[in-house]
């Protein structure tokens, strides 16, 4: 069974850092295109950031020149490192990857992140 495991969620200050990761395991497969999500209360959820596997990557407009996504070596892990966060970031944050060959997409649990002003 395939499972994304979350981390680094928390609690900062207006213009602080944090570091999110995200795990794949249960998977022989590695994931083609692999991504951050949120969702705020009362939102719907919106893409924060998606990377391929050959590491090209697209971003959101709010986040651009904030938040950088990369990918670990064996391709199954993703990275979000989130700089000058503002209160607006807050949200729960999803890992999100997508398996084309077996046509499969998968969800992580979330994270949550809170910005405080």
């Known amino acids: 069974q395939v499972q994304l495991v979350e981390s680094g969620g928390g609690l900062v200050q207006a213009g602080g850092s944090l570091r999110l990761s995200c795990v794949v395991s249960?998977?022989?497969?590695?994931?083609?295109?692999m991504g951050w999500y949120r969702q705020a209360p009362g939102k719907q959820r919106e893409l924060v950031a998606t990377i391929t596997r050959d590491g090209s990557t697209t971003y959101a407009d709010s986040v651009k020149g904030r938040f950088t996504i990369s990918r670990g070596d064996d391709k199954n892990t993703v990275f979000q490192q989130m700089n000058t966060l503002k209160p607006e970031d807050t949200a729960v944050y999803y890992c999100n990857a997508d398996q084309r060959y077996l046509k499969e997409n998968y969800w992580g649990q979330g994270t949550q992140v809170t910005v405080s002003s």
């Open positions: 249960g998977s022989i497969f590695s994931m083609n295109v």
